[in-house]
């Protein structure tokens, strides 16, 4: 989930991912460093200075309510671990949902994630030089829980982000190396089990969304063409080059994974390499002022996704395709830049190296995202889009405001009665961070013309929340 990121960060979330994971909802509060998909230390002076090796009941409610974690210190095993280069990463993101009006019938359910994760700096751990930029990252997920979408309302973008795959499975488990040469240049590369939306196709302004529509990757590419995303993983190796002004490039293939081996039964334990074919990946982008300049900071990128494998013709089964591709451009930009306004209050996410994180201001975003063979895609074409409000109130630096649109057209050549229609996805929602290890998110999601108006629009209530712990 789950993202774990060179892209537009904004002071959106407390984001977590032990690979792109628990889709960083405590990014910026959590673990993981600007240009690195491991787990690295986060907020060592609060720990040295404050908590020690004192239990979180010796604390003062002030120390342990202004923490990056609701577990404090862990009687000093955060320290322990850091000094010796392991650093654990613990959250939960919950999603609830109800239907007082429309779909295929009235309900609410809640669906559960909880994202257990470690980072290991190899030259660190082991004091040989020859291993620096060396580390490894594994997570584990647990999911359970109802879906609202699947039982109820019957449309195609789930209202929950973090329902499927609902047990517990590995998501990860890499080897990566970063690499800073002729001081503007930096390599980044990956290894080992992870999946290819924890680093294409993804920013942390989709994270602010509920809707699966939005939230982690823009969810038409998985209606298009073989592609794995958190919570799941297959074997995979990417790399990425950046320009210190923030050019960049990454490409990364990937096995496609059999029905079995994604299987809630397997859990993520299938290694074999008998997979259904391959995913490879490109994506070219630049990062616009992504530094403490005050300016305005964006991103617009390109990419491909190309998959080798026997494709099925929506009008007829019996007949395969041996490639098929989409290809999308993504853009996000602050229109409207109030400047700095984050204040030293200790319960504001501290975000050294990325304070245009800290600008306050209006950002608009969009997507797209098309595959040229309409009849191997269920959704051929897909947009989404939004604008976001960054601390809103100045006093509320870590607040965002959200309102984001999805549009996605069925191909004219299924079979089924959504046959050349059309899905809709509006969502409004307001992220109240909390404090740094804490946040909940309100939202309102209307599904217009729901399965290619197969059932009536709903109206959705809804309530994001997490814990990092």
């Known amino acids: 989930m789950k993202n774990k990121a060179l892209v537009f960060l904004l002071p959106l979330a407390i984001a ?6 628990q889709r960083n909802y405590f990014r910026g509060g959590d673990n993981f460093g600007v240009n690195s998909d491991v787990a690295t230390v986060f907020d060592s002076e609060y720990y040295d200075n404050i908590v020690n090796n004192n239990p979180i ?16 210190g862990l009687w000093g095993g955060r320290n322990s671990l850091d000094d ?4 654990p990463v613990f959250s939960y993101i919950g999603n609830f949902a109800a239907n007082p009006d429309g779909g295929r019938s009235r309900g609410a359910s809640l669906t559960s994630s909880v994202n257990l994760g470690l980072g290991v700096d190899l030259q660190k751990i082991t004091s040989l030089k020859e291993l620096e930029g060396w ?4 997570t584990w997920v647990w999911r359970f829980g109802d879906s609202l979408t699947k039982d109820r309302i019957g449309n195609t973008f789930n209202v929950q982000q973090n329902y ?15 690499k800073t040469f002729d001081e503007d240049w930096q390599l980044r590369l990956k290894f080992g089990r992870f999946a290819a939306g924890d680093n294409f196709l993804t920013k942390p302004i989709y994270w602010l969304y509920q809707n699966n529509a939005f939230d982690g990757n823009p969810v038409g590419i998985f209606n298009q063409t073989k592609w794995s995303a958190y919570p799941g993983s297959t074997w995979a190796a990417a790399a990425q080059i950046k320009y210190k002004d923030g050019q960049y490039f990454r490409a990364g293939v990937f096995q496609i994974n059999t ?17 259904e074919g391959v995913n490879a990946n490109f994506e070219g982008g630049w990062d616009i002022n992504h530094d403490d300049s005050g300016r305005s900071p964006g991103n617009i990128s390109v990419g491909i996704a190309a998959d080798w494998y026997n494709a099925q013709h929506n009008d007829n089964p019996s007949a395969y395709s041996p490639f098929n591709c989409t290809v999308y451009i993504q853009a996000d930009y602050m229109v409207y830049n109030m400047g700095f306004v984050k204040q030293d209050e200790p319960y504001y996410i501290p975000r050294k190296g990325e304070k245009y994180r800290d600008l306050r201001g209006i950002i608009l975003w969009g997507v797209f995202q098309y595959d040229p063979y309409e009849n191997l895609a269920y959704m051929p074409y897909f947009a989404n889009g939004g604008i976001l409000f960054n601390a809103p109130f100045k006093s509320r630096a870590d607040d965002v405001l959200c309102f984001g649109a999805a549009y996605g057209k069925y191909s004219a050549d299924l079979r089924d009665k ?3 229609s059309y899905e809709i996805a509006l969502e409004l929602n307001y992220k109240l961070q909390i404090n740094r290890f804490s946040f909940l998110q309100p939202n309102i999601q209307y599904i217009i013309n729901t399965k290619g108006g197969e ?8 309530m994001q929340f997490g814990l990092n712990l």
């Open 16 to 21: 977590s991912t032990a690979s792109a994971l």
């Open 57 to 72: 009941w010796d604390l003062t409610f002030e120390q342990w309510y202004n923490g990056p974690h609701a577990l404090g």
């Open 84 to 87: 010796m280069g392991i650093v």
């Open 135 to 138: 580390s490894i990252g594994n």
């Open 164 to 178: 499927g795959s609902q047990t517990i499975r590995l998501h990860s488990l890499f080897l990566q190396y970063i």
């Open 259 to 275: 029905d079995r081996q994604d299987s809630v039964g397997m859990h993520g334990l299938d290694w074999s390499f008998h997979g």
């Open 418 to 420: 959504e046959r050349g």
């Open 455 to 462: 059932y009536p629009n709903a109206l959705v209530l809804g």
